[in-house]
């Protein structure tokens, strides 16, 4: 790899200029960032597909995935394209990074996939129709696609709801029709955004699968959506996968939870307020958003790899989706508030959150980065996060089964008049179920 290039800074904004010019400011600062990122990342990625590196593996986090990383930068770039002219920086690194796309987009490998797997090949060509959509259009490349999908009939592998998805999207992307025409609502009563999120259990696969259902339906925030399920039900169950995403410093996955506010056109909750600052703190104190596995392989040795190949293979996705949301939160009205937000229950506020709930936590070996942060909060910004703690804490109690503590977090939330949440609920149906259980386990043993 060539000579490693420092990472971009990204650096609070000083001056006499409001706060929210300030926020505006700092959020376009992230966008930059993920653009560079994804520049330098893309050539990574060419150089290694070129030398036929190793791919990595157990002694070395994995390499990066050429195809991955080229329709991943083309949807960073297509979310920036409704902030041309805002920032003349921006468009030129955005056009950068849109030449080195499309050689990759249209090249001799997307052309034999769409020969070989014509089943696959609105997801083969992603990079291709976004590159489009974002200003930067190839006709004949239009026309060998609409070639290999118009009048053929259906063929390819099996797909999930949320893939069906993905691809009605893509195509409406294709036709030309996306800002016109609204996602299939059918389609939509298939995903998992339809039915009640498992708070207490779903994993990052579930909620990933949730993120891109939120990014298909509203065409990255571009339209409305008419959701199968009240907005407030989808939110609050958001924030609570936000509350498991910080819990396990999942900065790449919370950062995607977060464009649920601002792709949903909804107003940020305290707790996702808090989120972003504390995923723009991790992102200041080192330059980057660091991705999940980053701190493991940065305390790894023996793999060869020079820090920025750790960061780009590691922590490229993080930044990416950051730069994400923030171009989202950039459209009129969707930017996270620049002062702290007070939840109606902090202004009547009974109990010390960071005295009483917070020490009641179940322990882990490890502090994560929100708690720290918490903990360095004004006594009434804490009380607007009591749904966090909340969550948290049911979190650590069902992954542990420990029933004990969940029954303790239900009784909490009563003292803390707290418990409309997705998580008491459903604590409180698995409490209901353990109970049925117990019963029927001593009906069995008095038969016997």
């Not at 600062?29 to 190793?54: C, D, M, Q, S």
């Not at 390819?156 to 609204?182: F, K, S, T």
């Not at 259902?213 to 571009?222: C, F, H, I, L, N």
């Not at 023996?302 to 750790?310: T, Y």
């Given at each position: 790899?060539?000579?490693?290039?420092?990472?971009?800074?990204?650096?609070?904004?000083?001056?006499?200029?409001?706060?929210?010019?300030?926020?505006?400011?700092?959020?376009?600062?992230?966008?930059?960032?993920?653009?560079?990122?994804?520049?330098?990342?893309?050539?990574?990625?060419?150089?290694?597909?070129?030398?036929?590196?190793?791919?990595?593996?157990?002694?070395?986090?994995?390499?990066?995935?050429?195809?991955?990383?080229?329709?991943?930068?083309?949807?960073?770039?297509?979310?920036?394209?409704?902030?041309?002219?805002?920032?003349?920086?921006?468009?030129?690194?955005?056009?950068?990074?849109?030449?080195?796309?499309?050689?990759?987009?249209?090249?001799?490998?997307?052309?034999?996939?769409?020969?070989?797997?014509?089943?696959?090949?609105?997801?083969?060509?992603?990079?291709?129709?976004?590159?489009?959509?974002?200003?930067?259009?190839?006709?004949?490349?239009?026309?060998?696609?609409?070639?290999?999908?118009?009048?053929?009939?259906?063929?390819?592998?099996?797909?999930?709801?949320?893939?069906?998805?993905?691809?009605?999207?893509?195509?409406?992307?294709?036709?030309?029709?996306?800002?016109?025409?609204?996602?299939?609502?059918?389609?939509?009563?298939?995903?998992?955004?339809?039915?009640?999120?498992?708070?207490?259990?779903?994993?990052?696969?579930?909620?990933?699968?949730?993120?891109?259902?939120?990014?298909?339906?509203?065409?990255?925030?571009?339209?409305?959506?008419?959701?199968?399920?009240?907005?407030?039900?989808?939110?609050?169950?958001?924030?609570?996968?936000?509350?498991?995403?910080?819990?396990?410093?999942?900065?790449?996955?919370?950062?995607?939870?977060?464009?649920?506010?601002?792709?949903?056109?909804?107003?940020?909750?305290?707790?996702?307020?808090?989120?972003?600052d504390v995923l723009a703190s991790a992102q200041d104190a080192q330059?980057?958003?660091?991705?999940?596995?980053?701190?493991?392989?940065?305390?790894?040795?023996?793999?060869?790899?020079?820090?920025?190949?750790?960061?780009?293979?590691?922590?490229?996705?993080?930044?990416?989706?950051?730069?994400?949301?923030?171009?989202?939160?950039?459209?009129?009205?969707?930017?996270?508030?620049?002062?702290?937000?007070?939840?109606?229950?902090?202004?009547?506020?009974?109990?010390?959150?960071?005295?009483?709930?917070?020490?009641?936590?179940?322990?882990?070996?490890?502090?994560?980065?929100?708690?720290?942060?918490?903990?360095?909060l004004e006594e009434r910004e804490q009380a607007a996060l009591s749904?966090?703690?909340?969550?948290?804490?049911?979190?650590?109690?069902?992954?542990?089964?420990?029933?004990?503590?969940?029954?303790?977090?239900?009784?909490?939330?009563?003292?803390?008049?707290?418990?409309?949440?997705?998580?008491?609920?459903?604590?409180?149906?698995?409490?209901?179920?353990?109970?049925?259980?117990?019963?029927?386990?001593?009906?069995?043993?008095?038969?016997?």
């Amino acid at each position: 790899m060539s000579a490693v290039v420092s990472m971009p800074s990204v650096r609070p904004m000083v001056g006499r200029r409001s706060v929210a010019t300030r926020r505006r400011d700092d959020l376009l600062g992230r966008v930059h960032l993920a653009v560079r990122l994804a520049r330098r990342t893309l050539k990574a990625a060419v150089a290694a597909e070129e030398e036929v590196l190793a791919k990595g593996g157990t002694e070395a986090p994995a390499a990066l995935v050429l195809g991955k990383v080229v329709g991943e930068a083309a949807m960073l770039l297509r979310t920036t394209a409704p902030l041309r002219g805002e920032d003349e920086t921006l468009d030129v690194e955005a056009r950068l990074l849109a030449v080195q796309l499309v050689a990759q987009a249209r090249g001799a490998r997307v052309r034999e996939r769409l020969c070989n797997d014509a089943g696959c090949a609105l997801e083969h060509a992603s990079a291709h129709l976004f590159l489009g959509d974002a200003g930067y259009p190839d006709e004949a490349f239009d026309r060998l696609l609409g070639d290999i999908l118009d009048g053929n009939e259906a063929c390819g592998p099996e797909r999930l709801p949320n893939h069906q998805l993905e691809c009605a999207w893509l195509d409406q992307i294709r036709r030309g029709r996306v800002d016109v025409e609204p996602i299939d609502e059918e389609l939509l009563m298939s995903t998992c955004i339809a039915w009640p999120l498992d708070v207490l259990g779903c994993s990052t696969l579930d909620l990933y699968m949730f993120t891109h259902v939120v990014m298909y339906a509203s065409d990255m925030g571009r339209r409305p959506v008419h959701l199968p399920r009240p907005v407030e039900e989808i939110l609050a169950e958001a924030e609570a996968g936000l509350a498991a995403a910080l819990d396990a410093d999942n900065f790449d996955l919370a950062a995607e939870l977060l464009w649920t506010w601002p792709m949903l056109q909804q107003p940020w909750s305290p707790v996702a307020v808090f989120a972003f600052d504390v995923l723009a703190s991790a992102q200041d104190a080192q330059g980057f958003l660091p991705g999940p596995d980053h701190a493991r392989w940065m305390a790894a040795t023996g793999h060869g790899l020079a820090h920025e190949d750790v960061v780009q293979r590691t922590s490229y996705h993080a930044n990416l989706v950051m730069g994400m949301l923030c171009a989202v939160a950039l459209q009129a009205g969707r930017e996270p508030p620049a002062e702290p937000l007070m939840a109606e229950q902090a202004l009547n506020m009974r109990h010390r959150l960071d005295g009483d709930l917070l020490r009641r936590l179940p322990p882990r070996p490890l502090v994560p980065r929100w708690q720290r942060a918490f903990l360095a909060l004004e006594e009434r910004e804490q009380a607007a996060l009591s749904s966090l703690c909340f969550s948290v804490w049911f979190r650590r109690a069902a992954a542990a089964n420990d029933i004990a503590r969940l029954r303790d977090a239900l009784a909490a939330t009563l003292e803390y008049d707290d418990g409309d949440g997705p998580s008491a609920h459903q604590a409180l149906k698995r409490l209901q179920r353990v109970t049925a259980i117990g019963r029927l386990h001593a009906v069995a043993v008095a038969a016997r």
